[in-house]
């Protein structure tokens, strides 16, 4: 069982930053994909950023390329989301999850599927003002 622990959220204003973290229980953390998620009121949960397992690999859509940097550090079994130049449409609860076969399902990309993670955190509120 892996448990996830997001922190970091909060109220910020247009064109702030903010640095979310995650934190995973267990020895097996750098053998996982990792995914930040969010979900916004009245909407389904969309994938924001996605690691391979070794770090070597990042991938965002398309809406926060250049604004948000998803990076982990296995030694200390972390992944982290660095928000920069938030928006207004960037408010949501933000989940970190674990895709615990992604390493042999894809060589080369992470999945953008909610459906293919396993372990999934509480959640973090992020809330951008304008």
């Known amino acids: 069982q892996v448990q996830l622990v997001e922190s970091g959220g909060g109220l910020v204003q247009a064109g702030g930053s903010l640095r979310l973290s995650c934190a995973a229980s267990?020895?097996?953390?750098?053998?996982?994909?990792m995914g930040w998620f969010r979900q916004a009121p009245g909407k389904e949960r969309e994938f924001v950023a996605g690691?391979?397992?070794?770090?070597?690999?990042?991938y965002y859509v398309d809406s926060v390329k250049g604004r948000f940097t998803i990076s982990r550090d296995n030694a200390k079994n972390t992944v982290y989301l660095q928000m920069n130049s938030l928006k207004p449409e960037d408010t949501a609860v933000y989940y970190c999850?674990?895709?615990?076969?992604?390493?042999?399902?894809?060589?080369?990309?992470?999945?953008?599927?909610?459906?293919?993670?396993?372990?999934w955190g509480q959640g973090t509120q992020v809330t951008v003002s304008s």
């Open positions: 690691i391979k397992w070794s770090g070597g690999s990042t």
């Open positions: 999850a674990a895709d615990v076969d992604g390493r042999v399902r894809y060589s080369y990309i992470v999945s953008k599927s909610s459906r293919e993670y396993d372990y």
């Open positions: 267990g020895r097996t953390f750098n053998t996982y994909d």
